[in-house]
């Protein structure tokens, strides 16, 4: 069985982009656009892995982060944080996310294999 991984991002080519290669290397990806239907989709799928973008619409991918840690299943569910955002970091690791990177620091590759070594842990 494959694999499930949440992408919660608000951008349509790099939400695209990033979908579609983590179903090249054999994920099942569930999409969301913003921190409301992420955090929904979470807690109804729980997925191995959640990727979220911080700055997003309708609920910001911190706020998203305090919701899920509320919940008895979302307290120790696996989180990366993707951002352009570097000054968040301090705040991001009181959350307990397994990892942030920062959107151009990081090629998609990059991402994806971040992505494969935090899933397998």
């Not at 951008?11 to 921190?35: C, I, R, Y």
């Not at 998203?64 to 955002?85: C, F, H, P, Q, S």
């Not at 690791?93 to 494969?116: A, G, M």
């Amino acid at each position: 069985m494959s694999k499930k991984i949440l992408l919660v991002e608000d951008e349509a080519p790099q939400s695209h982009l990033l979908s579609e290669k983590l179903k090249t290397e054999g994920f099942n990806v569930l999409l969301a656009k913003n921190g409301e239907e992420g955090l929904a989709l979470a807690l109804s799928e729980h997925p191995d892995l959640i990727l979220a973008d911080i700055i997003m619409p309708r609920k910001d991918g911190i706020s998203m982060l305090e919701e899920l840690r509320k919940d008895k299943w979302g307290k120790t569910a696996k989180v990366i944080m993707l951002t352009n955002l570097s000054n968040k970091e301090a705040e991001l690791l009181e959350h307990d996310v397994v990892d942030f990177l920062v959107k151009s620091d990081h090629t998609v590759d990059e991402i994806i294999n971040t992505v494969i070594e935090k899933v397998s842990e």
